[in-house]
């Protein structure tokens, strides 16, 4: 089994500590040789600036692709367009491209008066530019918005052909699970790559209230055996065991490529990847 290509996911920080943490994980992740990272948007649209600064630095500092997060919330079509051209000229080459969570408080999106009205659309703008590699989200688990069990596929093909050219998946616990829905796109007619999003499980209790929000299928063994971790002071183990081995059950299933949502905390992604034996490639300069 040779070893799977990684990208991690990142978040920009909100304050001072946030911003050490951040660079303390790009540091730790960096020298893994990931073929990409992303830089998240926050619900709403509110974290649209420390996003922008935050691929701008990590691009300027570390050798690594950056792809920058870009949403439909909160914004007309022209300042939705004006963020990507900014990356553009920041020398980002790819973006990943959502419909994006409404802002707090209120209950389901609802477009921009003078906005995109999806993704779908939002991918077709980015596609007409032609200066991005555009990436989508997907959703193995039905997305609570989903109207029916065929409406995450259908969707997901509407936005490959609208321009997409490749899928990250929403993270889920039981490699079934991916393989049903890999299936299931390929029946659409669906043949960009389909990445599958990967959640080290750093805080259980944290983890279970997340997948209640996006509608991640949380599996009762998974549940039981936390309980039982976190009561013998041995969840960090179980979290390492678990997420390897559904790396390695993808793997042996023909995946080649692993996005990691790091949530900003290094140790257990690294942890991971390093029993996939991916070791450090070079040793990173800190930015100051």
Not at 10 to 16: A, D, E, V
Not at 241 to 265: I, Q
Request: aromatic content about 10%.
């Amino acid at each position: 089994m040779s070893t799977p290509r990684i990208s991690f996911e990142f978040f920009p920080p909100h304050s001072l500590d946030g911003s050490f943490r951040l660079w303390d994980t790009v540091q730790t992740l960096a020298p893994l040789g990931p073929d990409f990272v992303s830089v998240t948007y926050g619900a709403g649209g509110t974290t649209r600036d420390l996003t922008h600064d935050a691929v701008k630095t990590i691009g300027a500092h570390y050798d690594l692709n950056v792809a920058a997060h870009l949403t439909c919330v909160n914004a007309s079509r022209a300042e939705t367009l004006a963020i990507a051209e900014s990356y553009a000229v920041a020398g980002v080459r790819e973006i990943v491209a959502l419909r994006g969570d409404p802002p707090k408080g209120a209950g389901t999106f609802a477009p921009h008066p003078d906005g995109f009205a999806d993704s779908a659309e939002l991918v077709a703008a980015l596609a007409e530019t032609g200066k991005f590699h555009i990436r989508v989200g997907a959703y193995p688990d039905p997305h609570p918005d989903a109207a029916d069990p065929t409406a995450d596929v259908t969707w997901l093909k509407r936005k490959i052909d609208a321009g997409a050219g490749s899928a990250i998946t929403q993270f889920f616990f039981e490699a079934e699970t991916f393989f049903r829905f890999r299936d299931a796109c390929a029946a659409a007619g669906i043949d960009a790559p389909i990445i599958p999003g990967i959640l080290p499980i750093e805080n259980w209790a944290g983890v279970k209230k997340f997948a209640a929000r996006c509608g991640t299928q949380v599996p009762q063994w998974l549940a039981d055996a936390f309980e039982t971790a976190t009561r013998d002071d041995r969840a960090d183990l179980l979290a390492t065991a678990v997420c390897t081995e559904l790396c390695s059950d993808l793997m042996d299933g023909g995946v080649e490529n692993l996005h990691f949502y790091t949530l900003n905390k290094p140790g257990l992604t690294r942890d991971v990847v390093h029993a996939l034996g991916i070791t450090p490639e070079v040793t990173l300069e800190k930015v100051a």
